[in-house]
């Protein structure tokens, strides 16, 4: 009955905290991230508990999970995309985990996606002289790169010119955003990588909320990267509440997980591209990058 009721009230804590949309502090915002697996775990000890017949444990604990399993159900369906019918853009983003990804990896699947922009985190000056030595910068000459050791440095690479920007907030990890110039049609991107909250808790949700949202008035914004958030965080949620549309969560490709690129810790997705609400999204995928703890992600899109 103990051991019961107190892992009822662990439970419920966290999913209160999902349901009213608080982060807190480094610990809970690392619990929220497994959401999705609190809500089988909350089935179960629901289940288990109406078995044992405390009915009140169980009823109260199954309820709640099955309200959680609820608001996951629409990331396995896609949505109807928005009209666009301009130009067609291929946009890839790759945590390279501290400069240690494969190189020739990340230029096969370039090539072979004909990625338009790609935003590079965690990217290193060793790394850099590596792509350019295997010829990613022959692909996607244009760039805006500030590699750094350790994990800070990101850059931007691509296949038209760049216009380096400043569109992030103050962030300890570089954030570059550029403008794209398509030949008659700008967007704006920016390199998405704020420092995680279990590091530090108040700085990340400060640099997420750095962020630029969406102008509706101006060009298509584009943010992608490793936000070091899940769509159970209510800072991410944030985001897309200022008008982002989550690629995957468009496509209902949202359980994909993106990290860690093994199986411990339990995989979550805190790797996305959003995209302007104008945007149609008409793929996406993850792709698996060997050397990396992150997978790839790509969204292919139609600009209004």
């Not at 089935?43 to 009823?59: D, E, N, T, Y």
């Not at 291929?90 to 390279?96: A, D, E, K, L």
């Not at 691509?158 to 030949?183: F, H, I, K, N, W």
């Not at 808790?201 to 060009?219: M, Q, R």
């Amino acid at each position: 009955m103990i051991a019961l009721l107190v892992l009822a009230l662990a439970f419920l804590e966290i999913a209160a905290m999902r349901v009213i949309g608080v982060d807190g502090n480094r610990l809970t915002a690392a619990l929220l991230a497994l959401t999705p697996y609190w809500a089988v775990g909350g089935l179960m000890l629901g289940g288990v508990s109406l078995g044992l017949r405390h009915w009140w444990i169980g009823g109260i604990v199954l309820a709640v999970a099955l309200a959680l399993v609820a608001m996951q159900v629409p990331r396995a369906i896609a949505a109807t995309q928005p009209p666009a019918h301009g130009a067609a853009l291929r946009v890839m983003s790759s945590n390279q985990y501290l400069g240690h990804a494969d190189v020739d990896t990340i230029v096969r699947l370039v090539r072979e996606n004909q990625i338009d922009v790609l935003n590079l985190l965690e990217l290193t000056p060793r790394e850099v002289r590596e792509f350019e030595r295997a010829g990613l910068f022959e692909t996607l000459p244009y760039r805006v790169l500030k590699p750094q050791y350790g994990g800070a440095g990101s850059g931007i690479v691509s296949r038209y010119p760049l216009t380096e920007l400043s569109l992030a907030g103050p962030s300890r990890m570089e954030q570059p955003s550029a403008r794209v110039d398509l030949g008659g049609t700008s967007i704006e991107i920016v390199a998405v990588h704020p420092i995680p909250p279990t590091t530090d808790a108040a700085e990340w949700k400060k640099e997420v909320a750095g962020l630029p949202g969406p102008d509706s008035h101006g060009p298509v914004r584009i943010l992608a990267g490793d936000f070091n958030a899940t769509v159970d965080h209510a800072t991410f949620r944030d985001l897309l509440g200022a008008g982002y549309t989550d690629a995957a969560l468009s496509r209902g490709e949202a359980f994909t997980s993106t990290w860690p690129s093994r199986f411990f810790p339990p995989p979550v997705t805190i790797d996305h591209v959003l995209v302007d609400p104008r945007v149609a999204v008409e793929h996406y995928r993850v792709l698996d990058v060997p050397g990396s703890d992150h997978k790839a992600v790509l969204a292919e899109l139609t600009l209004p």
